[in-house]
């Protein structure tokens, strides 16, 4: 997986990983995960790319299931937080960040008259700033925070992005664990409810309840609000840096 960076790997890979755990605990408890036709399919998939083209999967639905909750929350956490319409807002923190944010992008942010006049003209203006101080803090060394948040964030965003997808997956590898049970009773006239053969019925079965557990909408709310904040105290801390230059240029003899 040397073509995967960090994010992509625990924010969009582990994800479709684990929509697939079903299928690799199916496997597993039947003996077949070692089997020469699954071995040679699991190689033959990573040595063509299957790990990016599933990272890629997982990133589009995310990206689906990100547009669709915005517009549910009325915009991103970033953009709330900078607005000055939106209310239960902290205005003095508030105050802080766009001060920051305006002066470490130089993009002049609405005032509460042009926010209240033009919604969409404003956000606009908002999408910039954010998306210009996202490209002053992708140094992950100095901001490890945001990353770390980052990910954090992508990884709920794609598991719940393809939640239904796992569910599918591990509704559908079930149903064929239940067929092969049936097949061995009726067709190979061996005894089907073997030790083996239930624990694989239950370990899928605990996969399906298990994606229908981990997506959360609030939980991925609850991600995106703490991105968000560590990314505008990250904005503090540029226009300190920034200020604090030339007095120290001053001081030098």
């Given amino acids: 997986m040397l073509w995967l960076d960090d994010y992509e790997r625990r924010a969009r890979l582990a994800p479709g990983l684990l929509a697939l755990l079903s299928i690799n605990v199916a496997l597993a408890v039947l003996g077949l995960s070692k089997a020469p036709v699954v071995v040679s399919v699991v190689t033959a998939l990573s040595l063509a790319g299957g790990p990016v083209a599933l990272a890629e999967v997982v990133r589009h639905q995310g990206r689906k299931a990100q547009e ?7 915009g991103s956490p970033t953009i709330q937080k900078l607005r000055l319409r939106e209310e239960g807002q902290n205005t003095l923190q508030r105050e802080i960040w766009r001060k920051a944010v305006s002066s470490v992008t130089g993009v002049a942010l609405p005032s509460l008259r042009s926010e209240n006049g033009n919604p969409v003209r404003a956000d606009e203006a908002f999408e910039v700033a954010v998306g210009q101080l996202r490209n002053l803090t992708r140094n992950a060394e ?3 925070l945001i990353h770390a948040e980052n990910r954090s964030y992508g990884f709920q965003r ?6 239904w997808v796992a569910r599918a997956i591990a509704f ?4 064929g664990v239940l067929a092969y049970m049936l097949w061995l009773a009726r067709i190979d006239h ?7 053969n239930i624990l694989a019925l239950v370990a899928t079965g ?20 703490r991105y968000a904040y560590e990314l505008l105290q990250a904005a503090v801390v ?7 230059a030339p007095e120290a240029a001053q001081q030098q003899p």
């Fill in 68 to 74: 669709t909750l915005w517009a549910a929350w009325g």
């Fill in 142 to 144: 100095k901001f490890p």
């Fill in 158 to 163: 794609n598991v719940y992005g393809i939640r």
């Fill in 172 to 175: 559908g590898v079930g149903l």
């Fill in 190 to 196: 061996q005894p089907a409810l073997t030790p083996v």
């Fill in 206 to 225: 605990g996969c399906f309840v298990m994606w229908w557990l981990l997506p959360s909408p609030g939980r991925l709310q609850s991600a995106a609000e």
């Fill in 238 to 244: 540029l226009d300190a840096e920034q200020n604090a």
